[in-house]
């Protein structure tokens, strides 16, 4: 998205209204060192940010800290509606963590990056 949105291309978000679980990777970073410190118990232990964000929202987020003036049509219909959130209870409960950044401070990041 960052690049064609800079590059003031089209393309196609086939289902812009999935609703899911995204996280900046330095905060999965934190995550395992996190997890091979403390050693905690086995079993399943989901990483995520535990907020759900629709992908045309990332969109909007990017548009506007890129370029409000990109005009292409982006969104498609899918029919099928993806929403999807980890839960952190066990993580927080068990090591004491939780993401440091929000989509908005992690796009951010992204966009300097790129």
């Known amino acids: 998205m960052i690049k064609n949105i800079r590059l003031k291309k089209s393309f196609l978000i086939a289902s812009p209204d999935n609703k899911l679980d995204y996280i900046y990777v330095e905060d999965i970073a934190r995550y395992f060192i996190k997890i091979l410190t403390y050693n ?65 401070t992690g796009l951010d990041k992204i966009i300097k990056l790129s």
């Open 40 to 104: 905690p118990n086995s079993g399943i232990y989901n990483v995520g940010s535990g907020q759900r964000i629709k992908i045309k929202d990332i969109f909007k987020i990017l548009k506007i800290k890129i370029d409000k003036n990109y005009n292409f049509n982006v969104f498609g219909n899918s029919r099928k509606i993806l929403n999807f959130c980890s839960s952190q209870i066990k993580s927080i409960k068990s090591i004491n963590w939780k993401p440091k950044f929000t989509i908005k």
